[in-house]
Structure formats: C-alpha cells, structure tokens
C-alpha cells in the first residue's frame, strides 16, 4: 500500500487529528497537493472551494513571515481537486523539521499523490535571471547533510532522493514553459549568504538557493508522492565582495510579485496535463 493512501490507523496521530479537523470541513478528495510560498498566496485565490486557517488543524503551526498566508485551500483548481498550502513554515522561524513538513503529511492523508512546490529562490547561475522561473531537477542540502534530515526521527528512514524530482513531470513542466532546470541548493538562513559562500555553492553545483521546499519534498518522496518543484528567481545572489549590492528581503519579495502571474500560468497550463 502507497503511504499517499495509508488508512486513518497507519498515519501518525498528529496527522490523524489534522484530518479529521479538514474532514470535517470538506470531504474533497485532492489529487494534487500545492505549496505557494513566498508571495505566490494569491494563487490559491482561484481556488473553488473551502479555506481553513493553519491555526484551525491541530498540529499546524503559524506562519510567522507577512507574505506566507497560513491556510490550507481545498477545492477545484483549473479542473483538478486540489489541496493547497497557502504559506509554509520555514525552519529559519525556529521550528523543527517535524513541524515544517505535517502540512505535507496531511495533504498526502487527504489523497493527494502528486505534490507541486514552489519558492523564492536566489540565482547562483549567472545564466538565471531575477523573474525567471527554474523547474528543479536536483538538490543538495546543507541542513540534511550536517543532521537536520527532515526524516531523523521519522517512521520512514533510508529514502532514496535519486530522481526525487519527476523526470515526468519535469517534461511536462518544459511543456508549459518552465525551460530552465537547476539545482536547488538549501539552506537553514534566515540570513542571507556571503559572497564566499555563494561561490562555494556555485562551485559544489547549485544554480539557486533558497531557505525551504527540500524537507517537504523530502517527506513527500517518503509518503511515495511524485514530486515537481519551481523555483521563481527573486534575486541574483552576490558572488563578490567587490559587488556592493546588499540583498533584501523586500527585493525578493517585489521580485514575486512579479513572478506569481507567471507562476499561476504555468500552473494553470501544468494541472490539466498531468
Ligand atoms: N538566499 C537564500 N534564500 C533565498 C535567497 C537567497 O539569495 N533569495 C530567496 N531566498
């Protein structure tokens, strides 16, 4: 049996009560889970069906950055049932791996078997523009490779992360325009990197960086889901001390709002096609 489709008994008792506060909402089977992150909460707007606010489902923890939403968002989008995360928790507000990823845990309980994510990202690759949309293929983790895996502790252990990215649903993201494909290099922040960090990496092999979506993604290949990712680019990151520009939060987030449009339109040409 898939874990996407456990029975109330197999998934942990704090997925459990999640469910059983959503079912009590709706009783929408997703196929599709969502996680809009940093200022793509207004495509969850299209969305024809119920909200319910994180604080809502016991076990949901709040989002403490402004333009993360924290809500779930279950219904009907571009044709397919869906559940979305409107706003994620990061582990940069201080909550653990375990806390981060429930929301993923209880959309998989709810049905969903295909998980789509999205972030803010920086540019590492000179190639990669702020505005530009990269699918992910590919991550390296700083956080899982100095002890914090999102799976220490978890029920689901050894979890292969070799083509964790759909190669199918990578294609079908090229299909709808999504062009660019990167590595994905994650990080605990909330600060943002030196420049001798930004070169260190480019130089072990990522194209962006940003400060979530690996451990949802990760729990999410442990739940056996098919996992996509897109990366919208909201700045380009400083690779020397002789570049005086100082990264902002504000600057990435006027960079999204600029990329949700594009955003939703890939999404709205992506959810009919797989
Ligand atoms: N670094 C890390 N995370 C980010 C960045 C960045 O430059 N931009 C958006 N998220």
Partial sequence: MSPATK????????TIRALDAVRAKTDVTP?????LGSGLSDVADAIDGVRIDYADIPGLVP???????????????????????????????????????RPVRLMAALGAKTLIVTNAAGGLNPDFKPGDLVAIADHISLPNLTGFDPLRGAEERFVSMNGAYDPA?????????????????????????????????????GDM???STVPEVMV??????RVCAVSGISNACVHSLDDPHV??????WDAMAKIAPKMAAVLERLLPAI
């Fill in 31 to 35: 196929d599709i889970a969502l996680i």
């Fill in 63 to 101: 989002s403490t950055v402004h333009s993360h939403k924290g809500q779930m968002a279950i219904g009907t989008l571009h044709g397919r049932k869906v559940v979305a995360q409107v706003g994620r928790v990061h582990g940069y507000e201080g909550y653990s791996a375990a806390e981060t990823t």
């Fill in 169 to 205: 649903l990578l294609k079908a993201l090229f299909k709808v325009g999504v062009s660019q494909r990167g590595v994905y290099c994650h990080v605990m922040g909330p600060s943002f990197e030196t420049p001798a960090e930004v070169r260190m990496l480019r130089a072990m092999g």
């Fill in 209 to 211: 960086v940003g400060m």
């Fill in 247 to 252: 990264t902002t939060a504000d600057e990435a």
């Fill in 7 to 14: 029975t109330s008994a197999t998934n942990p008792p704090e």
């Fill in 220 to 225: 999410a290949r442990a739940l056996k889901m």
